[in-house]
């Protein structure tokens, strides 16, 4: 067990709609991160969050958004979804900023499935 | 192109043998770090190793041992005497420097199929 938490593990919705992933950092861990894994694409980093702000954005939609709160618990919003949009996301934390320079821990992911 | 190569998409050896997972990567920064993660068919992520590019001493943990070489850019995995339990899909990342993060870029992954 890791440490962090994702809610909910599994989520089947339609096109169209929107949905909010959450998660809990480990106890103490100020730095979040979003990634999606799928078939196409792999595991590809979506953005990272440091004590409330956005630090580092990668292949993110504008479709998709993030939030991380003063508790540092951080959602992940998805909205108009596609059936491509279909994946394991997956979250992770780390203590300081530059959480790839060491070890990141990653929570159990949230299985996506758009229909 | 791509960053991380994992050139071996699915590897099915029995149960015993030695196998060996390889990773090359690319990059032009000369600080950057090289990770190695497990997937389980439970899914989760777990890590394994973690190299920064100024330590290229190889590391033994158990069965499972690393081999980093600039040379090449490669940053390859040994599974001696493999199990059925090791049986998962594992990921080679490398992290570079992006103002102020790292930020890993993982290669498409291996999977590894132990048979008993």
């Known amino acids: 067990d890791s440490g962090v938490t994702q809610t909910p593990k599994h989520l089947i919705t339609a096109t169209g709609q929107r949905v909010t992933l959450r998660c809990s950092p480990r106890s103490g861990d100020l730095s979040v991160y979003w990634y999606q894994q799928s078939l196409d694409q792999g595991l590809q980093f979506l953005i990272q969050y440091y004590n409330g702000e956005e630090r580092a954005k990668g292949n993110i939609l504008e479709r998709f958004s993030a939030q991380q709160f003063p508790d540092l618990h951080s959602e992940l919003n998805l909205s108009s979804l596609e059936l491509g949009d279909s994946a394991l996301y997956f979250c992770?934390?780390?203590?300081?900023?530059?959480?790839?320079?060491?070890?990141?821990?990653f929570g159990p992911g949230t299985r996506l499935t758009v229909l | 192109a791509q960053k991380v190569t994992q050139a071996q998409t699915e590897i099915s050896v029995v149960e015993k043998e030695d196998v060996t997972l390889d990773c090359v990567y690319e990059t032009r920064d000369t600080t950057y770090y090289l990770f190695w993660y497990k997937q389980p068919p439970s899914g989760e992520l777990v890590f394994l190793i973690r190299r920064n590019s100024f330590d290229e001493q190889n590391e033994i943990s158990g069965r499972y041992s690393w081999n980093f070489q600039k040379s090449t850019s490669s940053f390859n995995f040994t599974i001696t005497a493999s199990q059925v339990v090791d049986s998962a899909v594992y990921f080679c990342?490398?992290?570079?420097?992006?103002?102020?993060?790292?930020?890993?870029?993982f290669g498409r992954g291996t999977s590894l199929i132990v048979h008993p």
């Open positions: 992770a934390s780390s203590v300081g900023l530059a959480g790839g320079r060491g070890e990141q821990f």
């Open positions: 990342a490398l992290s570079e420097s992006s103002g102020g993060s790292y930020i890993p870029t």
